[in-house]
């Protein structure tokens, strides 16, 4: 329930999280802070086949506005995360953003401790676990896919069939149709060879269940200061700025990460 918990340096907030959902005080959480010369190089991680997220034919997206991110969610058609070593195929439910109050902050993981404004989440859980709910809290019962966002001096045009209906969902729970995008359209290199990062660990947001095999790509997204401030004139619950929806990184413990980067 939305009301439990919050980003708010207050009783509901990220240090408080695990008094209500106990697997937010776990030992694989996440976010986490990605620091490149402890990371395995592992000639065995294959690249990801990204090819039906092409598919828009038979797809719908509806944006909207959770109160704690923007989500957009996917029905009709499957799209399917294949390939990157994965124990399954993993189908697409929705994507969504974690932003700040200002470009220097917002992503959730980081690359030896440097911020990003913002950061995206494909998620997906595994095909033979039936949905979502159920794959929710089951080891390895998610995948999700991220990408950090850089500021740029120009605007990236291929947000703006995403941007151009956030005027209308300023206040929570309010949804918007949006026209099926391929998620890969916001890629400019090699769908064929995505880096990736690759480290198992958590929900960011409560109930922090420890099922998500996690790859955050190393190819970050571009977004000019105008379009990231959009993604700020969104409301929350509390007719607040909806903005710093991210949890701060969590302790890696005795995880590695690896990656498909030389
Ligand atoms: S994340 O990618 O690790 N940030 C959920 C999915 C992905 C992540 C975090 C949470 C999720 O589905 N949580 C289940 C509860 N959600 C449902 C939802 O549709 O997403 C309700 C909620 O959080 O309060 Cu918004
Ligand atoms: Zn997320």
């Given at each position: 329930n939305a009301e439990e918990w919050s980003y708010e340096n207050t009783d509901t907030g990220p240090k408080h999280?695990?008094?209500?959902?106990?697997?937010?005080?776990?030992?694989?959480?996440?976010?986490i802070n990605i620091e490149s010369d402890k990371v395995l190089y592992d000639q065995n991680l294959n690249y990801f086949?990204?090819?039906?997220?092409?598919?828009?034919?038979g797809v719908n997206m509806t944006l909207v506005n959770k109160g704690h991110t923007a989500e957009v969610q996917y029905t009709g058609e499957d799209m399917i995360l294949k390939g990157g070593n994965l124990p399954d195929d993993y189908k697409l439910v929705q994507f969504h953003f974690h932003w700040g109050e200002d470009d220097i902050m917002g992503s959730e993981h980081l690359l030896n401790d440097e911020r990003f404004p913002m950061e995206m989440h494909l998620v997906h859980y595994q095909?033979?676990?039936?949905n979502f709910s159920n794959a929710?809290?089951?080891?390895?019962?998610l995948a999700v896919l991220g990408f950090l966002f850089e500021i740029s001096a120009?605007?990236?045009?291929?947000?703006d069939s995403l941007l151009q209906h956030f005027s209308k969902i300023e206040e929570p729970d309010i949804k918007a149709e949006i026209e099926p995008f391929p998620p890969?359209?916001?890629?400019?290199?090699n769908k064929d060879r995505l880096d990736f990062y690759r480290y198992f660990g958590s929900l960011?947001?409560?109930?922090?269940?420890?099922?998500v095999i996690w790859s955050l790509s190393t190819e970050f997204i571009p977004i000019s200061v105008p379009q990231m401030t959009l993604f700020r004139t969104l409301h929350n619950e509390k007719n607040e700025?909806?903005?710093?929806?991210y949890r701060p990184v969590q302790a890696l413990n005795h995880r590695l990460v690896t990656t498909t980067r030389r």
């Open positions: 999280w695990k008094e209500h959902y106990p697997d937010c005080g776990g030992l694989m959480q996440s976010p086949d990204l090819s039906s997220y092409s598919i828009t034919r095909s033979k676990l039936f929710l809290s089951h080891p390895f019962g120009e605007n990236n045009t291929q947000l890969t359209r916001l890629l400019s290199g960011t947001t409560p109930p922090c269940y420890e099922s700025h909806l903005v710093n929806g």
